[in-house]
C-alpha cells in the first residue's frame, strides 16, 4: 500500500469515528466507555496521521 493510500484510508476512519462520536453525543443515554474507547481510538488514528506526515516530510 502507498503512503497516499495509508494516508487516505486513516483519514477516512477518522471522519467515521468523528462521525460515530457526533452520533453517540446525540443520544441521552450515552455510553461513556463507548464514547472514552471511539475518542481513543480517534487520537490514536490521528497520531498514526501526523507520523506519516511528518515522517514523509522528512525525506
Do not use: A, F, N
Request: no cysteine; aromatic share 0%; net charge negative.
Amino acid at each position: 500500500m502507498s503512503l497516499d493510500s495509508h494516508l487516505s484510508e486513516l483519514e477516512r476512519r477518522h471522519k467515521d469515528l468523528e462521525r460515530k462520536l457526533e452520533e453517540l453525543m446525540l443520544h441521552p443515554s450515552v455510553d461513556s466507555l463507548e464514547l472514552h474507547d471511539l475518542k481513543r481510538q480517534k487520537l490514536v488514528v490521528k497520531d498514526e496521521i501526523e507520523r506519516l506526515r511528518s515522517s514523509s516530510t522528512l525525506h
